[in-house]
């Protein structure tokens, strides 16, 4: 089972982005926020440093060694620090993960892509980033799973996460229609069926956090098949899925057996 972090007080918060040396991100905390009218944002939403503590810990304390984000953004700096820090601290060896230390991140705007590959180079050298990131555009299109409308990327990066960070797509750039419907609406909610889809492709032991989106990660959990313990936490509003099951042969036992050492 994965490790959960420990709660932070406000103080300790401060001084985790300060020892960090990403003490312009906590200043932009009082950014103000979004209105729950807002249809389109033309500007990176504010960080929520509580959730970006939690995920740098989640990678730090589970060893995760690849990651797959579904959108962009400050969090994809906060996986690039935490897989540069594993990067130097451990050596994948006997271990059938062939992108160590990597991130994956597609995102269906390019703008958006730009701005954080934009961020993620100018603090290079600076927060000592040695990992490899991976830049993806993907369209994304309303389509039908199982007779159930939701949306799908129209391309994938190719690997195989061990975590997953579910923040995308942003619903109101989705193309085309099902039956009319699009969920280019103020009241509608994001849907994607892609890690439905690669289900089986995932290793025992991967995680997925889900930001927010909690109709999505419903969808999920009604849809996934396999053996997945999941729980939400509301006071992060972040839901977390982990592939709780046997190896599936030697090297996904040794894989195993990384985290927990």
Not at 19 to 45: A, Q
Not at 53 to 82: D, H, M, P, V
Not at 118 to 146: G, P, Q
């Amino acid at each position: 089972m994965f490790k959960e972090p420990k709660k932070i007080s406000k103080s300790n918060l401060y001084n985790f982005f300060k020892t960090k040396k990403l003490t312009d991100i906590y200043k932009l905390k009082n950014l103000p926020d979004e209105s729950v009218n807002s249809l389109l944002v033309n500007e990176p939403y504010k960080p929520e440093l509580d959730d970006l503590y939690r995920l740098y810990q989640l990678i730090k304390i589970n060893k995760r060694t690849t990651i797959l984000e579904f959108g962009c953004g400050w969090s994809s700096l906060i996986f690039s620090l935490a897989l540069s820090e594993l990067k130097r601290k451990y050596k994948i060896q006997n271990l059938r993960r062939n992108n160590p230390f990597e991130l994956f991140i597609v995102d269906n705007e390019k703008k958006y892509l730009k701005l954080t590959k934009t961020k993620i180079l100018k603090n290079w050298k600076k927060l000592n980033l040695s990992n490899t990131n991976h830049f993806l555009y993907s369209e994304v299109n309303m389509t039908l799973f199982n007779g159930r409308i939701s949306t799908e990327y129209k391309k994938l990066p190719v690997c195989s996460p061990d975590f997953i960070y579910l923040d995308g797509p942003d619903q109101f750039k989705i193309k085309g229609n099902v039956n009319g419907i699009n969920l280019n609406h103020n009241d509608m909610l994001p849907i994607a069926c892609d890690l439905i889809k690669i289900e089986y492709l995932l290793t025992p032991g991967t995680m997925i956090v889900v930001d927010g989106r909690t109709a999505n990660a419903r969808f999920l959990k009604d849809h996934f098949l396999r053996k997945w313990f999941y729980k939400y936490y509301e006071e992060y509003d972040q839901h977390i899925f982990y592939l709780n099951e046997k190896p599936l042969g030697k090297f996904n036992k040794k894989q195993l057996e990384f985290y927990k050492r």
